[in-house]
């Protein structure tokens, strides 16, 4: 069998889950020997919310023709470094059992009329009501239904759960995962540093240094193919600091000039890499040439992140004028666009955070900056999406 395994940070995790993988292939009796020239597995992994979804998809080949015969998903918490259960978004929610049981016979009686069958509600409802098979989405989980759980045979159908059900569970779960990031206050004065095309070990941790010094935070678009080699410890430190890795690609590409499918490669690839040098996936793109048309950005399934201040370091590769042009130009809600792979710019990072600190900013990730909501993101030269995907 062929095997595209999913990147997972420890073998231990890479071993549970081609162990579902087998379970599966026994579970359906498919022998690639018996009747099939091959059978594979392909892989993807796709950031839903905080959560990864994986979704596993069998294929077999007749006749040199792939065609996909079954396949599945399940939900992998980076936080927790854990399987997401559907429980777990109830686990903090003591009376979610009669909730959930009013609003299954609820639905029964109502959209389900005529396909469940009752004395398997009756059966369910006196289970933990664990479903093994849901989707997380922006409204709640979607639950899969079948002859295994609550329906007559040969049927099957989906239920929303929604949101509002869930109070002190998933609501709260996931909400309390974007409140993670400190929001600022009414009035006070943030900037985001933003950096792109790194990291460059050296540069990278010479505004490292100078950020753990000042406490400061800043926002790293990383190009994808300078992942890895060598810079995982870069990276990583850039998350222990508190500091934002975002996704700049793989190849730094034009986006614009590729089909969705090849954007959409060009991304995951960073966001694998990413995630192989430091178990987190980055939530923030920025396109390169900041190219990227407004239609396309939820195929991306990320926010895509521009800048208002364009500092042409790139270009001028001056570390004074970098120093004045940040510091006379300064706006609370900036996002300061900088490339932390020139040596010039790196040096300019001391006097500009300090100077900053000096006129009252506090320097914060771009996540954080977005969980500003009194300024609406028409004041912002960036662009912001978030879908499900
Ligand atoms: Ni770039």
């Known amino acids: 069998m062929?095997?595209?395994?999913p990147v997972f940070p420890t073998e231990e995790q890479n071993r549970l889950w081609m162990e579902r993988v087998e379970d599966w292939?026994?579970?359906?009796?498919?022998?690639?020997?018996a009747s099939y020239s091959a059978l594979k597995a392909d892989f993807t992994l796709k950031k839903i919310r905080s959560f990864c979804r994986l979704e596993a998809v069998f294929a077999v080949c007749r006749e040199h023709q792939w065609s996909s015969v079954d396949g599945f998903y399940c939900y992998w918490d980076p936080q927790t470094q854990s399987f997401v259960q559907f429980l777990s978004f109830f686990s903090d929610f003591p009376e979610y059992h009669s909730y959930l049981s009013d609003y299954l016979s609820l639905q029964c009686q109502e959209q389900l009329k005529d396909v469940f069958d009752p004395d398997k509600l009756e059966r369910f409802l006196q289970t933990d009501l664990s479903f093994e098979h849901f989707?997380?989405?922006?409204?709640?989980?979607?639950?899969?239904?079948?002859?295994?759980?609550l329906l007559k045979e040969g049927s099957s159908a989906q239920l929303l759960i929604p949101q509002e059900y869930m109070?002190?569970?998933?609501v709260d779960k996931i909400a309390n995962r974007w409140k993670e990031y400190a929001p600022a206050q009414a009035g006070e004065k943030v900037i985001a540093l933003t950096f792109d095309d790194g990291p460059n070990n050296?540069?990278?941790?010479?505004?490292?240094?100078?950020?753990?010094?000042y406490q400061a935070k800043a926002t790293f678009f990383v190009a994808g193919h300078r992942v890895g080699r060598g810079t995982s410890a870069t990276l990583r430190r850039i998350v222990d600091l508190g500091s934002q890795i975002g996704n700049h690609s793989f190849s730094h590409a034009d986006l614009n000039r590729l089909s969705v499918e090849e954007m959409q490669?060009?991304?995951?690839?960073?966001?694998?890499?990413?995630y192989g040098a430091t178990g987190i996936y980055p939530t923030c793109l920025r396109p390169p040439y900041g190219n990227l048309s407004p239609d396309r950005v939820a195929d991306t399934g990320m926010h895509a992140i521009l800048w208002n201040e364009d500092t042409l370091d790139w270009k001028n590769r001056d570390t004074q004028l970098l120093i004045e042009t940040v510091l006379a130009k300064a706006s609370s809600g900036d996002i300061v666009l900088m490339h932390d792979i020139h040596k010039t710019t790196a040096d300019a990072v001391e006097a500009i955070v300090k100077g900053l600190q000096?006129?009252?900013?506090?320097?914060?990730?771009v996540e954080e900056l977005l969980a500003l909501r009194e300024r609406q993101p028409s004041d912002l030269k960036y662009f912001s999406q978030y879908t499900a995907r």
């Open 167 to 170: 109070s002190g569970g998933i």
């Open 25 to 33: 292939m026994q579970l359906t009796g498919e022998d690639p020997a």
């Open 135 to 149: 989707e997380v989405g922006e409204d709640g989980l979607t639950v899969i239904l079948d002859e295994s759980n």
């Open 265 to 274: 490669e060009e991304i995951r690839r960073t966001q694998e890499a990413v």
């Open 202 to 213: 050296a540069n990278t941790n010479q505004i490292l240094d100078v950020l753990e010094q």
């Open 358 to 365: 000096e006129q009252g900013y506090r320097l914060v990730t």
């Open 2 to 5: 062929y095997c595209a395994a």
